[in-house]
């Protein structure tokens, strides 16, 4: 594990984190806890700094992933380089092939009216195998309780969350005894992406770790969350500084 802001962040590569999650989920079936999944990018980290109850529940969190070119970047200024990002939606897409092949069943939970399902019939194109144990939209304030019964219901291996950060690693931590699934991920707006509502960044793009200014030019809206990388980068050169 390493340490960004003081930040828990696990060192674990994709191939890693997907058996991590993988053994969770069979351990659950077999009695275990469920386990919490949480991808933290830099503005995570920045709100984890001000927010007490997130940085405990990223503790005690079973899995913690490096989700941005901005954790990398600080990693490696800091002298604890991580080998590559273990991006939401990338976890999504690898969980499920190998839930494909390995049978377990997924759940998602999250984005507007329709869009899981979108997500669901994309996956199951490219994972004809995937046992998609249920679907349902992120706007469900008022009929919580179902939601949450319905995930139970549906007792799934893997529960992909996708209400955006902070809110769905707050409420993953909240019910996650409740919800009878082995392991529970947030993966932000994942569903968008595969579900073809959002184009990811080409590939070159992700290269150059630039996939946030296609983000950016995708949807000026979010030039707000950036406003905290220059403090975010400001406080991570400080700590690189002082532990020289
Ligand atoms: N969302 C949701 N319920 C809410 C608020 C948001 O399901 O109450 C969804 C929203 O539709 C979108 C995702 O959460 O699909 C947030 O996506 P974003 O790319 O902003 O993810 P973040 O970077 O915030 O994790």
């Given at each position: 594990m390493i340490r960004v802001l003081g930040v828990r962040v696990d060192e674990y590569t994709m191939d890693e984190s997907v058996k991590i999650i993988g053994d969770?989920?069979?351990?659950?079936?077999?009695g275990g806890a469920p386990?919490?999944?949480v991808t933290i990018n830099p503005e995570g980290v920045w709100l984890a700094l001000g927010d007490a109850g997130l940085r405990q529940l990223i503790e005690r969190a079973a899995l913690v992933t490096a989700d941005g070119a901005g954790i990398l970047w600080a990693a490696q200024k800091l002298g604890t380089p991580l080998a590559e990002r273990v991006t939401g939606v990338d976890l999504l897409q690898r969980l499920c092939a190998a839930a494909a092949r390995d049978g377990r069943s997924v759940y998602l939970l999250g984005s507007a009216a329709g869009v899981a399902e979108q997500a669901a019939a994309r996956l199951r194109?490219?994972?004809p195998r995937l046992r998609i144990a249920g679907c349902d939209n992120g706007y469900f304030r008022e009929r919580e309780a179902q939601a949450i019964a319905a995930v139970a219901q549906a007792a799934p291996d893997i529960l992909f969350a996708g209400l955006g950060m902070p809110y769905?690693?707050?409420w993953l931590a909240a019910h996650l005894s409740e919800l009878n699934c082995g392991a529970a991920i947030g993966v932000g707006g994942s569903f968008d992406v595969v579900a073809g509502q959002v184009r990811r960044a080409p590939l070159w793009l992700q290269k150059l770790r630039l996939e946030w200014l296609w983000r950016l030019a995708a949807d000026p809206k979010r030039w707000r969350r950036y406003?905290?990388?220059p403090r975010y980068m400001r406080a991570v050169s400080r700590e690189a500084r002082a532990k020289k």
């Open positions: 969770i989920a069979d351990d659950f079936r077999r386990g919490q999944v194109e490219s994972y769905q690693e707050k406003l905290t990388i």
